[in-house]
T-cell receptor
Framework: KQEVTQIPAALSVPEGENLVLNCSFT??????LQWFRQDPGKGLTSLLL?????REQTSGRLNASLDKSSGRSTLYIAASQPGDSATYLC???????????FGTGTRLTVIP | GAGVSQSPSNKVTEKGKDVELRCDPI?????LYWYRQSLGQGLEFLIY????????KSGLPSDRFSAERTGGSVSTLTIQRTQQEDSAVYLC????????????FGPGTRLTVL
């Protein structure tokens, strides 16, 4: 069974810093990897989707990379803002699976 | 619709009662997923619907859980004889065709079993 791990579990940074969130998965046979953010009491908002054939995806201040062979992905957030404070979830869709396997998330706090 | 909607947003019930949770996917999306998010745990897959195909029920934790999707659109997740361990946020997601597309999530239903 696919296991997804996110490190660190929580991160606190001052506003303006660049930061990296890490995600690792045990089975490299994946269709895609998706990063989400979840605000307290809310559902998930999709940030970036990387297909298994891709190495990275960018959206605004966000950049996600994928190294399928080593089972790793990173989410880079540039020039962090207080509005970036949320829990960030990494999820992979395994080859042959219908569903996403989620990590337990990194809770990010950006201090003004 | 503009996004995935779920109702109710909150549900408090007594142990042993049955509950029904509703999900309205994005219009035109053929694939629909149910997940459960328990306190301190990650999201757990429950069930998947794709078009008219038989659903993938591999994530349902017990036979007290069932789900249906009528007319290829709205889905209802039913939990019979609720237990306290069923307390969680139940999230619904949809995708355009269930392939490698982005999954769009609803706001969830917070279920509390007393």
């Amino acid at each position: 069974k696919q296991e997804v791990t996110q490190i660190p579990a929580a991160l606190s940074v001052p506003e303006g810093e660049n930061l990296v969130l890490n995600c690792s998965f045990t089975d490299s046979a994946i269709y895609n990897l998706q990063w989400f953010r979840q605000d307290p009491g809310k559902g998930l908002t999709s940030l970036l989707l990387i297909q298994s054939s891709q190495r990275e995806q960018t959206s605004g201040r966000l950049n996600a990379s994928l190294d399928k062979s080593s089972g790793r992905s990173t989410l880079y957030i540039a020039a962090s803002q207080p509005g970036d404070s949320a829990t960030y979830l990494c999820a992979v869709r395994g080859a042959g699976a219908n569903n996403l396997f989620f990590g337990t998330g990194t809770r990010l706090t950006v201090i003004p | 619709g503009a996004g995935v909607s779920q109702s109710p947003s909150n549900k408090v019930t007594e142990k042993g009662k049955d509950v029904e949770l509703r999900c309205d996917p994005i219009s035109g999306h053929t694939a629909l997923y149910w997940y459960r998010q328990s306190l301190g745990q990650g999201l757990e897959f429950l069930i998947y619907f794709q078009g008219n195909s038989a659903p993938d029920k591999s994530g349902l934790p017990s036979d007290r859980f069932s789900a249906e999707r009528t007319g290829g659109s709205v889905s209802t997740l039913t939990i019979q004889r609720t237990q306290q361990e069923d307390s969680a946020v139940y999230l619904c997601a949809s995708t355009l065709d269930g392939g490698t597309d982005t999954q769009y999530f609803g706001p969830g239903t917070r279920l509390t079993v007393l």
